[in-house]
């Protein structure tokens, strides 16, 4: 090396050691790295949106207690992934661990599992916060709109992605700044909302009702909410809620070139996002349970509600300005969500596209002045905009004695998010137990603790995959009398969605990128001012040698 590496941070050292220059902007704090996944995971996005999924298998008792459970569970994943990162904190995240541990078939699978994953995980959020901006509106003016509109809702969520998309390309420093206030909006905001439910309501349910209740909404085993076959066939459908709710803390770790002291404190982001969000989640939803009246009527649904609708415990607990309220701060706490999943989703396309993994990498790698992907920030929007198109096809719903309108093909599309995300999570996971005492780890390490906490996660892993393709009512059960594909409100697409996905994957492995897929390339020995951008067009023009031309981006990085 020469004498010019003196001048890199110990973070640069880090990462020219992994094989990449410093690209990107490191303008991250600890606590930064720490708001983003704290942002994405986001208890006033998850507990509001997928409360239904909790209430309508199980109800107040698998919520009650199957939350700080299944969040146990979850925070064994994300210690093992803090070990993971420690050691190799890049962009690339999980996809550079699994190259880094299983060779590059581990490597191109994990990468297009979580990249998958990703982009559904931004549009499901983005559609969320647009579809309670508009409920919002909807509670606290009746002039605002006759009805629940699915056009207008999309037009909504396509404003939220841009202005999203706005926040991200701006600056990093702006994005860190806003992820930091991200984190004291959800615990202000949480808080809000949980002294509104203690304080405004008249009444409360009782302890009893909370913790010892029970529901089955499905019409699995004739509608009966005891005994082996309800707790063993209906509840387990329960744990999306938390699974769905308590994901996307790998920004961490593709956040981990942006931030300081990265491989301690990108570590610590995972696992301390995952310990308060549990807490938090759990003191949110124990909130909503205790503000019910009328248990029945949350089972039945109606008012243009399904069952199992936040909304309806609002507007049976609160007047229409409280209910407008808690609403609003909801809304809020996930558009800061979205941005955050914006962030996460175009740096790990940035890094798998530097790779060469993804067709046109040279222009999602490629950096604005202020060291941000802008076109993988763009890319993110569009293919969100894309997976969320079959939602303005109206699909009317029967509830009570209405007919509501129900984006229910959006749904069947961004199924893969969860378990895409989780599925790639356990193969590095898996290989890392898989390495032994030979895997190297960096400053924040499980010790031997490894031996039996990768086993557990890959494991839960397994088991919430699985149950998240089960079908979640008769009507969706191809066994069950009355079943029919067309019937898209209780159908689970997952099963298709997913198998499709894998099926591309594979065949896109055996008939292309195992010819030229490698994994991880190396940046570092590229000349001064030429970026991973540039390189990527070069092979994809077919040259040979380093670009000799004016680079992509400012850069004040020193070379190797």
Known sequence: MSATTTHLSDDEKRLAELGYKQELNRSWSGFSNFAISFSIISILAGCFTTFGVGWNNGGPAAIAWGWPITAAFILVIGLCMSELVSAFPTSGGIYWWASKLGGAKAGYYTGWLNLIGLFAIDASVAYGCATFFDLTLDTYSTSWASGYSLKRVF???????????????????????????????????????????VFAPSHHASLSSVFTHTVNNTGFFGGHSGGAAFWFGAVPLSV???????????????????????????????????????????????????????????????????????????????????????????????????????????????????????????????????????????????????????????????????????????????????????????????????????????????????????????????????????????????????????????????????????????????????????????????????SAADEIRLEHHGASGHLATTPDTESDVAPA
């Not at 420093?173 to 004291?184: F, G, H, P, Q």
């Open 155 to 197: 037009l909504i969520f396509v404003i939220v992605l841009a202005l999203a998309a706005l926040v991200n390309i701006f600056s990093s420093k702006l994005l860190a700044m806003l992820n930091n206030i991200s984190v004291w909006w959800h615990v202000a905001g949480a808080s809000a909302v949980v002294l509104i439910l």
């Open 240 to 530: 999306i809620l938390t699974q769905y709710t308590i994901t996307g803390y790998d920004a961490s770790a593709h956040l981990s070139e942006e931030t300081r002291s990265a491989a301690n404190a990108a570590a610590k982001g995972i696992w301390q996002s995952i310990f308060y969000s549990a807490i938090g989640g759990w003191i949110l939803l124990l909130a909503f349970l205790f503000a019910v009246r009328d248990e029945s009527g949350v089972t039945a649904g109606g008012g243009g509600f399904t069952g199992g609708s936040v909304a309806i415990i609002f507007n049976q607990a609160l007047t229409t300005n409280g209910a407008s309220i808690v609403l609003a701060i909801s809304t809020i706490g996930q558009f800061f969500c979205t941005v955050a999943c914006m962030t996460s989703t175009s740096r790990m396309l940035f890094a798998f596209s530097r790779d060469g993994a993804v067709p046109g990498g040279q222009y999602w790698s490629k950096l604005n002045k202020n060291r941000v992907p802008v076109y993988g920030v763009l890319l993110s929007v569009v293919v969100a905009v894309l997976l969320t198109l079959p939602a303005i096809v109206t699909v009317n719903l029967p509830v009570g004695d209405e007919l509501v309108p129900s984006p229910v093909a959006f749904f069947a599309v961004v199924s893969i998010g969860v378990i895409g995300l989780y599925v790639a999570f356990a193969i590095p996971i898996f290989l890392r137990w898989k390495a032994g005492s030979s895997f190297q780890p960096g400053g924040w390490t499980l010790g031997n603790k490894y031996k039996w906490m990768c086993i557990v996660a890959v494991v839960e892993i397994a088991v919430t995959s699985f149950i998240a393709i089960l079908p979640t009512s008769t009507a969706g059960a191809p066994w069950y009398k009355g079943f029919g594909w067309a019937n898209l409100k209780f159908v689970n697409y997952t099963p298709i969605v997913v198998g499709g996905a894998l099926l591309a994957l594979w065949l896109g492995w055996h008939l292309s990128a195992k010819k030229w897929f490698t994994g991880p390339k190396m940046t570092i020995d590229l000349p001064e001012g030429v």
